[in-house]
């Protein structure tokens, strides 16, 4: 069983910053492309960024120079820094991560954290 666990979320105004989190833990073998996705009321649901465990990142023309994922250093955690947070970003924020476990690969979901821009 592995569980992705997202924390960090909140409400903040705009031009602030905040920092998600999310640990995978369970039966992790390997952990191949953490990502974080959001999905905002009545839209789709998108990739914001990506990570991949040799640190090669991905971003969304939308965050792009705001938003700064990582990995720590035990590489089954994953990071989002956003940084001059528009109103626009609000959205439920979504880990996501490519998992072996006992010898199979498969693609798991966090709960999920709500990120609030508003002043």
């Known amino acids: 069983q592995v569980q992705l666990v997202e924390s960090g979320g909140g409400l903040v105004q705009p031009g602030g910053s905040l920092r998600l989190s999310c640990a995978a833990s369970g039966s992790v073998a390997n952990i191949n492309v953490m990502a974080w996705y959001r999905q905002a009321p009545g839209k789709q649901r998108e990739l914001v960024a990506a990570?991949?465990?040799?640190?090669?990142?991905n971003y969304a023309d939308s965050v792009n120079g705001r938003f700064t994922i990582s990995r720590g250093n035990a590489k089954n955690t994953v990071y989002l820094q956003m940084n001059s947070l528009k109103p626009e970003d609000t959205a439920v924020y979504l880990c996501n991560a490519v998992i072996q476990t006992t010898g199979w690969w498969n693609n798991y979901w966090g709960q999920g954290t709500q990120v609030t821009v508003s002043s």
């Open positions: 990570i991949t465990s040799d640190g090669i990142t």
